[in-house]
C-alpha cells in the first residue's frame, strides 16, 4: 500500500504538466529570439550598410536590455505576480518582433532588440520560477527543466530555420523576425487561462484560494493538506526574509550561491559557440561557411537533446552528481579542444566535432541547466523574485562581457589560450560546487527556507524527502 502511494505521489495532475509547457514558452522564446539574429549578420548588414561595431551594438543592446529590465521586474514579481509578468513578457515579445521585422531604419532596429532584450531576460527567470512554485516537490526538478528544455530547442530550432531559410530571398530575415511573434502569441493566450502561483497567493494569506488552486493541480487531498500546512508554517515564521535582509546573513550567501552559478554559467564559454559558433568552426578548418553554420546547428542540437535527458535525471540523480560530473566533463573536453589547435588536427574535422559535442553534454547536465532549478529553489519566498532577478542579472551580465569580448580574446591570444581559460574556469566552477552548492532533490521549498533560517551550512539546506513528510506527519498528530 505505501508503495503505491509513494508511486501515486510521484505521478502529477496532468494540468500542472500543462500549466509548466505553457510557461515554458516562455523559455523557448529565451533561446529563439537571443539565437535568431545570428541567423540574419550577413543580410541585415549588407541592408543597412553596417560596420562590426553596429553589428555588434544590435547584438548586444538585447543583453543590455536583459541587465537593466531584470532588477525593477524582480520588485514587480513579488508584488503584481509571476502569472501577470509572463503576460507582460508575451506582449513585448510581441512587439519587440513587430519593430525588429518592420525596421527601415537602423535605430527601429536597435529599439525593437532592445525590448525583446528585457522580454529574454524578465523570461529567463520568471518562468522556471512560477514553474518552481507550481511543481509538486518529487518532481520539481524535471518540471523546472522542462524551462530549460524549451530555451536549447528555441536555440536548436532558430539556427535550423536560418539554414532552410536564409537562401530564400535577400530579405529572409524579415520572415525569420516576425516568426517570433508565433510563440510570443501561444503564451500571451495560454497564460490567460493558468492560475497563480499558490505560493504568491498564499503570501498575500488567501487561504480559500490556495486551496482551490492546489485542487486543481494536486493529486490527492493528502498533497493538497501537507502543502498547505508547510506555506502556513513558513508564513507564520517571525524571521522570515524581506529585502531589506536580502544582504545580511545567511541570506547573502545563499545569494552568492546563485550569482556564483550565473557567472560560471557563462564563463565557462557556452555563449563563445551560440553566438559566434561559425567563426569558431571556421578557424577549426570547417568550410565553406554553410558547413561552419552547421556544425553550430549540431552543437545546438546536441544542447536540446542533452537538456532532454537531464530533464529525465535530475530527480534520480540528484543536483550534485550531475553538477560535479558535467563540470569536469566540461573542462576535460575543452582541454581536447585545445589540444585539437595545438596539433593542428584540421584533417580530421570529427574529433572537432567530437570534443565540442562533450564539453556541450558536460555543460548542459551541470551549471547550464541545473542553474535555473537550483536558483528557482534555494532562495526564501518573500524574496524570491527579487533574489532570483539578481542572480539572472549577474548571469545576464557575464553574458554581456563574454559576448562584447570574446572576439577580443580568441584573436589575440589565439585558439589554444582561449580554450585552455574556458576549461580552468569549468574546474573552478565544479570546486565552487563542491564546497557551496546543496543538495535540493525531493525537497520542498519550505524545508529548504526553515533550514536556510535555522543557520545550516549551504551543503546542508537540503533533506531528504521522506524526512520532511515524516515531519509534517508528526505535526499535524
Known sequence: MSFLTEKSSRQPNYFVILIAAIAALGGFLFGFDSSIIADTKDQITAQFSLTDFQWSWIVSVSLLGSVIGIPISGLMADRISRKSMLILVAVGFIMGAILCAQATQLQPLIIGRFVIGICIGIASYISPLFIAEMAPASIRGGMILMNGLAITFGQAFSFLLGYFLHDISASSWRLLLWLGTLPAFCLLIGILFVPHSPRWIMAKQDFDKVYRVLKKIRRTEAEIQTEIL????????????????????????????????????????????????????????????????LATFWMGLINFIFTAITLFFVDKLGRRFLLLSGTLLASISLVLVACYYQLQWFNQKWLMLCFMSTYIMGYCISVGSLFWVIISEIYPLKIRGLAMSIATVAQWGANFVVSISFLGIFHHFGEIKTFWLFSFICLCAFIFIYYFVPETTGVSLEKIEENLLAGKKLRELGQSFDNVIGEVESVTV
Do not use: D, H, W
Open 230 to 293: 508547510e506555506m502556513k508554517l513558513n508564513l507564520m515564521q517571525p524571521s522570515s526574509a524581506n529585502r531589506l535582509t536580502l544582504f545580511k546573513k545567511p541570506f547573502l550567501f545563499v545569494l552568492m550561491v546563485g550569482l556564483g552559478l550565473g557567472i560560471f554559467q557563462q564563463f565557462s564559454g557556452i555563449n563563445s559557440i551560440m553566438y559566434y559558433g561559425p567563426v569558431v568552426f571556421e578557424t577549426a578548418g570547417f568550410y565553406p561557411i554553410k558547413t561552419a553554420l
